[in-house]
């Protein structure tokens, strides 16, 4: 006889051992299933289908818990390194071991012996395995990076990191409806259709736009030599070197004003917020403790290094390794705008962005804020909720605790294909938007020649406040601006425009 029960009703694997240990996690690291010993499980239409006595989580031991958990909730790196801190370790390395003893080619049970002992550091006194090798992520189900043998183990490491920094992404719809080489295709299509002094123009434009919506994400308005030098790394993003602290500090010198120039990763407590009144600050997000930066930033280099050299897709890369690097914020000012520029250097580097060319990326996140908060607060809203600190009367904060972990181990799940729609959008809309905009123009300066050959200077005028207007000038400009044209020279180049300019540049005025 069966029974049935809501898929969530009965905590169990790391659902249950976050509960049966007292831990705080972030919440999209939960999982959500059903303990069922044995093989008497089914799933029909959400619901688990149990032989009475199966469901019982209370019984199972910790391995049972997590051998269940690799199988149904995946590899979750921020929960398995709470919860081997919380257990008793010699007692879990001695079960671990008789475990393997009974079932020597247990692909979970391999798994977990390899993670055990790769995030902690520590040895079980199980002998090396000599089973068949299995990977220990599923490649159907996350994105994954270069193999590395564990001989121990018998596990191929494919995680997308090293210890001390390791993004997680897994796949879904919204990312497999993206690839990298159709980012790729789209620009290289771009280069060869448009005319080479034109794609010259509209570049040099993008450059400036990119830099000054990269500082406006902050709030801030560069004077005109700090926009300068954001425009020559951006030219010159392909052979910037940032996978160093030097070279990070290098960069973050160039983009902050000259006095807040930082020698390496930070040795302040920062945040990220805003004042309420004389006293009370809104914090939006808080970096990791000072202490843990330059551990981190080691960890972030590291898996820079072996994602950088490696054949994994690289808006994957750019996102785990920019957004990673904010999440860190390992400087006290310049975090934003180097996470930026992080993004346009990897997608260069690793050939997506042919050499001369840059996707405003910035600008795409400017225009479509929302989007772009709500892809940070998928880290930094629930940490929030873990994250303990005090702020003192005059706006310093000091964080209580140990933090570190929170920010080791991060689900990019939902950044990855939000970068790729940026991207995407980026191309789309300003890179074509503005190619297109000056192709107009072009045709309309043609086109108005045809009609009265006046000066440059008044023709572009014509042009801009037309587009200003609905295609029309104004009563007022055609007396203050264009009193030498008539009304049928003013009707015919306002056809010009009209005809020739994209309808999306014409104002509905």
């Known amino acids: 006889m069966f029974w049935e029960t809501p898929i969530d009703s009965v905590p169990v694997g790391y659902t249950a051992l976050v509960e049966r240990c007292g831990l705080r996690v972030l919440p999209h690291h939960r999982g959500s299933y059903i303990a069922t010993k044995g093989t008497a499980r089914e799933l029909k239409d959400g619901r688990v289908v149990l032989r009475p006595g199966f469901a019982d989580p209370a019984s199972m031991d910790v391995i049972e818990h997590l051998t269940f958990s690799l199988k149904h909730d995946g590899v979750n790196l921020a929960i398995l390194v709470a919860i081997f801190e919380a257990i008793d370790a010699s007692a879990f390395e001695s079960a671990l071991a008789t475990a393997l003893a009974a079932k020597p080619n247990g692909i979970y049970l391999r798994r977990l012996w390899f993670l055990y002992e790769w995030l902690t550091g520590r040895s079980t006194p199980a002998a090396n395995s000599t089973a068949k090798y299995v990977p220990l992520l599923d490649p159907d189900i996350y994105v994954t990076g270069p193999e590395r043998a564990s001989s121990r183990h018998r596990v191929m490491n494919n995680l997308l990191g090293e210890r001390a920094f390791c993004p997680m992404v897994r796949k879904t719809a919204a990312l497999d409806a993206h690839t990298s080489e159709g980012l790729h295709q789209a620009l290289t299509n771009i280069v060869s259709q448009y005319d080479p002094a034109l794609f010259l123009r509209a570049i040099s434009y993008l450059y400036t736009k990119e830099t000054k919506s990269s500082y406006a994400i902050e709030h801030e308005q560069p004077s005109k030599s700090r926009e300068e030098r954001f425009v020559r790394l951006l030219r010159g993003v392909h052979d910037i070197e940032p996978w160093s602290e030097d070279g990070l500090a290098l960069l973050q010198g160039q983009i902050v004003e000259p006095r807040y120039a930082e020698q390496g990763f930070r040795a302040l407590q920062n945040y990220v917020g805003q004042s309420i009144g004389r006293t009370r600050q809104y914090v939006h997000f808080v970096p990791p403790k000072p202490e843990d930066v330059r551990d981190l930033m080691h960890g972030w280099l590291e898996t820079a290094t072996l994602l950088m050299g490696s054949s994994t897709d690289p808006v994957v890369i750019a996102a785990c390794l920019s957004f990673g690097f904010v999440f860190i914020h390992p400087f006290v000012d310049g975090n934003g705008r180097l996470h930026r520029l992080l993004i346009h250097h990897i997608l260069a580097r690793r050939g997506v962005t042919p050499e001369g060319l840059v996707a405003p990326v910035s600008a795409v996140m400017l225009a479509n804020r929302a989007a ?131 309808a999306r540049t014409i104002s509905r005025a």
Do not use: H
């Open 372 to 502: 772009y908060d709500t892809a940070l607060e998928t880290f930094s809203k629930p940490l929030l909720e873990l994250v303990d600190y005090d702020m003192s009367e005059d706006g310093s904060l000091t964080v209580n605790g140990s933090t570190a972990s929170y920010y080791r181990y991060i689900d990019f799940s939902d950044i990855v294909p939000a970068l790729y729609d940026w991207l995407e959008r980026a191309i789309r809309d300003d890179l074509i938007g503005e190619l297109d905009f000056l192709v107009g123009v072009e045709r309309t300066r043609q086109a108005m020649r045809g009609i009265v050959d006046m000066p440059d200077r008044d023709a572009d005028l014509f042009i801009k406040l037309c587009l200003q207007n609905g295609g029309r000038i104004s009563a007022t400009k055609r007396s203050s601006q264009f009193g030498l044209l008539n009304d049928e020279e003013i009707e015919q180049l306002e056809k010009s425009v009209q005809e020739n300019m994209p």
